[in-house]
């Protein structure tokens, strides 16, 4: 054994219980092993049966719990769709009346709103899945009805205007459905939504599941506005409220009020009662998707669309969301501390030299002592330090005894347990990179 490889087995003895997080681990096994292998170096003693320490006790299985009041309502089996699945027996979407002149359409997986005129209908964003019948076979069936088609169950009004919220297809890859449907409706985006159109392929039919048939391109839109633009519905003085507030998900995404019903839409910021998608939704700038959360609670709004699943939310949901940001934070915070590499109480998580890259990678992921990392892989061995940094994150925050806030978000959110690594990740990286950043 060379006397590199006998440095890094002998430290890698004195880091094993720092990897092994036994009492604060909260996260990532399931019954097939580890759900994020490459990202939480997390195993069991019956993986590694060379490891004598107990490496990965402690670790709760990930079993894709969602308590009862984050799945939503209605649940399918009260929906009001007229389109039935071939699978399931059941309606295939909901519409739902939320008062006044204000809808909302949703097939679970996706949401918009409907604005109902005297003589026109406003619909916000075009989701591809609404109208197909997802659970047909492993990529849904045929689109089976539309939105048009959908709308017209609510009114015999002519659909005159289509806002997108923003550029991403998952929300308007089905705005060509509509275009073709009525000809001279008027599309309405933010100008930076506009120029993301603008720059790149238009066709929506990339997108996992979708409908066998090809969707038309996504048209550009017909007008756009910068900050702020507001569209008068009927004659009673009903407003809809348009607003730009800083790229909270990606460049361009709005917000969309209507005031007399106390209802706001915005997409992929807040999922109510949910941990959000991965990496804080996609957030392409993390100082301002943090933001948006106080954005949100400026507004004096009763109910959120939200543009995923089929749960509502409220002001206490986007509160509760923040919080669940704010412990996010915290824990990176934390997890980036520097570390003393000569007390294996503390994290190592700081700027170190090449032997602590290797000693890590030996500690985390190699099972014998003859196996050394090649030090030409210094940038695989940086990312699986990050990796690391955020699995502490993560652990951190889903036990209610280490998270600031005391929550146990496991039980208290739906999969938290799945996604909350990769919000921390997101969150150390920008830590680490971005100058300014400390909301």
């Known amino acids: 054994m060379s006397i590199n490889k006998l440095i890094l087995s002998t430290a890698c003895a004195s880091l094993l219980g720092v990897f092994t997080f036994q009492d604060d681990a909260h996260a990532y096994r399931n019954t097939f092993g580890t759900l994020d292998h490459d990202r939480c170096a997390i195993f069991d003693d019956s993986e590694r049966p060379e490891v004598s320490l107990p490496y990965g006790s402690g670790h709760p299985m990930v079993d894709f719990f969602v308590p009862d009041r984050s799945k939503g309502s209605p649940t399918p089996d009260v929906w009001t769709g007229d389109s039935i699945s071939v699978a399931t027996g059941l309606p295939t979407y909901h519409k739902g009346h939320l008062g006044g002149n204000v809808w909302y359409i949703t097939d679970g997986v996706y949401q918009i709103m409907v604005i109902v005129g005297r003589s026109e209908v406003i619909v916000v964003d075009a989701p591809p899945s609404i109208g197909m019948d997802l659970n047909a076979g492993p990529f849904g069936s045929e689109v089976n009805v539309t939105i048009p088609e959908i709308v017209a169950e609510i009114t015999d009004n002519p659909i005159t205007k289509l806002i997108y919220s923003h550029s991403h297809f998952d929300h308007i890859g089905a705005a060509g459905v509509i275009k073709e449907a009525y000809p001279d409706v ?160 503390t994290f190592p998580i700081g700027i170190a030299g090449p032997t602590f890259f290797g000693t890590f990678v030996d500690a985390a992921f190699v099972p014998g002592p003859e196996q050394t990392v090649d030090p030409a892989n210094g940038l695989g061995v940086f990312s699986l330090y990050l990796n690391q940094a955020a699995c502490k994150c993560a652990n951190l925050t889903l036990n209610p005894e280490t998270t600031p806030s005391g929550v146990d978000w496991r039980t208290q959110i739906g999969t938290a347990d799945v996604n909350t690594v990769s919000h921390c990740w997101k969150m150390i990286e920008t830590l680490r990179v971005e100058p300014g950043f400390d909301p």
């Open 186 to 345: 008027l599309i309405i985006a933010q100008k930076l939504t506009k120029e993301q159109l603008e720059v790149g392929s238009r066709n929506p039919n990339f997108l996992q599941p979708r409908p066998m048939t090809a969707l038309p391109d996504v048209p550009l839109p017909d007008t756009f506005f910068f900050k702020q633009r507001n569209l008068a519905i009927g004659t009673r003085g009903t407003r809809l409220e348009l607003r730009y507030m800083g790229p909270a998900h990606e460049p361009g995404n709005i917000f969309i009020y209507q005031p007399n019903e106390k209802i706001l839409m915005v997409i992929d910021i807040v999922f109510p009662r949910l941990s959000p998608f991965e990496l804080l939704a996609l957030a392409e700038d993390t100082g301002s998707y943090l933001r948006a959360y106080d954005q949100i609670l400026e507004y004096d709004f009763e109910m959120l669309i939200a543009g995923h699943l089929n749960a509502l939310g409220d002001r206490a949901d986007v509160m509760e969301a923040k919080t669940y940001m704010q412990d996010i934070l915290a824990n990176s915070k934390t997890a980036l501390n520097p570390f003393d590499p000569l007390d294996p109480n």
